[in-house]
T-cell receptor, first 113, second 113 residues
C-alpha cells in the first residue's frame, strides 16, 4: 500500500459544481495533514491544514477520519481558477525517526466554463 | 519579495556533468529541504536540513549532496549527472523542524541529455 494514496483523476467539472477528493494514508502514527495545491508548471502551495474536527475555509471543506485513515477535500461552487492539481500531504515520523511530509501523487481538477 | 528563491529555473546539461542548484530563503526559517518531482509528478523528499542535522532520504544516490553555507541557503550539488536525474527540483523551507508547513521555491527544471 502506498503511503499516501489519492483518487486517480482527472476530474473535469463545470463551473459551479461541487467536487470531492479523497485520500488515504498508511501510517497510523501520522500526526498532521494538509492539502496543497499545485498549478501547472508551478510550485506546490499550502491550501489548508486538516483538523480532526473538520474545518472550512470559504468554499473549501476538509475532513479527517483517523480511524479509517482517510482525508477528504470538498470544493463547492467551483471556479475556473480552482483548476489545478490537489496534493494530499501527511506528516509523520520516517524510518529514521525524523518528521517529514509525504505527498500523494495528486488529483488534477479541470473546471470547465 | 520572493520568500524562497532558487536558480536556475531551467538547466539543460549533458550526461556525466556536475551541476549545482542554488536556494535561498528570506523567511528566517530554521529548516530547508530539497524535493524531486519526476515525470509522473510524484513529489519526493531528498534532504531536510537545519543547523543541527542533515536528514537524507536513503533512496537518494550519493551523487547528490546538499551544501548549506548558512541558515538561509541550501544548495544542491549533483555529480556525474544521469538521464534519470531529469526532473523538477524544488527547494522548500519551514519554520518548524517537523516540517509542518512548507514554502516552496518555483522549481528548477533539470534536463539531462
Amino acid at each position: 500500500r502506498k503511503e499516501v494514496e489519492q483518487d486517480p483523476g482527472p476530474f473535469n467539472v463545470p463551473e459551479g459544481a461541487t467536487v470531492a477528493f479523497n485520500c488515504t494514508y498508511s501510517n497510523s502514527a501520522s500526526q498532521s495533514f494538509f492539502w496543497y495545491r499545485q498549478d501547472c508548471r508551478k510550485e506546490p502551495k499550502l491550501l489548508m491544514s486538516v483538523y480532526s474536527s473538520g474545518n472550512e475555509d470559504g468554499r473549501f471543506t476538509a475532513q479527517l477520519n483517523r480511524a479509517s485513515q482517510y482525508i477528504s477535500l470538498l470544493i463547492r461552487d467551483s471556479k475556473l481558477s480552482d483548476s489545478a492539481t490537489y496534493l494530499c500531504v501527511v506528516n509523520g515520523r520516517s524510518g529514521a525517526g525524523s518528521y517529514q511530509l509525504t505527498f500523494g501523487k495528486g488529483t488534477k481538477l479541470s473546471v470547465i466554463p | 519579495d520572493t520568500a524562497v528563491s532558487q536558480t536556475p529555473k531551467y538547466l539543460v546539461t549533458q550526461m556525466g556533468n556536475d551541476k549545482s542548484i542554488k536556494c535561498e530563503q528570506n523567511l528566517g526559517h530554521d529548516t530547508m529541504y530539497w524535493y524531486k518531482q519526476d515525470s509522473k509528478k510524484f513529489l519526493k523528499i531528498m534532504f531536510s536540513y537545519n543547523n543541527k542535522e542533515l536528514i537524507i532520504n536513503e533512496t537518494v544516490p550519493n551523487r547528490f549532496s546538499p551544501k548549506s553555507p548558512d541558515k538561509a541557503h541550501l544548495n544542491l550539488h549533483i555529480n556525474s549527472l544521469e538521464l534519470g536525474d531529469s526532473a523538477v527540483y524544488f527547494c522548500a523551507s519551514s519554520q518548524e523542524t517537523q516540517g509542518q508547513k512548507l514554502f516552496f521555491g518555483s522549481g528548477t527544471q533539470l534536463s539531462v541529455l
